[in-house]
């Protein structure tokens, strides 16, 4: 069974910098797009960063700049480097990847169980 685990999160100050990871474990044969997104409270899921297999990047226009994302496809780990977080960066932040299982047809989208990402002011 395949699964995503993140760790990283915590509370920061403003200005702090935080680094999250997410690690895909069980039968894959090979990981496309990996990508983070966020939910803050009240708010609907959006999108913060995403990465191709060969490093392609796209950012949210409210984290360009400030964060970095990064991954290692040997590890089937992904990375949120966040610098200069601001109390609206506070959210639940979920990694998901497009993975195609060992003996599997077709590429599924997997999301990890979300860590929570606190800035205070």
């Known amino acids: 069974q395949v699964q995503l685990v993140e760790s990283g999160g915590g509370l920061v100050q403003a200005g702090g910098s935080l680094r999250l990871s997410c690690r895909a474990s069980?039968?894959?044969?090979?990981?496309?797009?990996m990508g983070w997104y966020r939910q803050a409270p009240g708010k609907e899921r959006e999108l913060v960063a995403t990465i191709s297999y060969g490093g392609r990047t796209n950012y949210a226009d409210s984290v360009k700049g400030r964060f970095t994302i990064s991954r290692n496809n040997a590890l089937n780990t992904v990375y949120l480097q966040m610098n200069s977080l601001k109390p609206e960066d506070t959210a639940v932040y979920y990694c998901?990847?497009?993975?195609?299982?060992?003996?599997?047809?077709?590429?599924?989208?997997?999301w990890g169980q979300g860590t929570q990402v606190t800035v205070s002011s």
């Open positions: 998901n990847a497009e993975i195609l299982g060992a003996g599997a047809e077709r590429y599924i989208v997997y």
């Open positions: 069980g039968f894959i044969f090979r990981i496309n797009a």
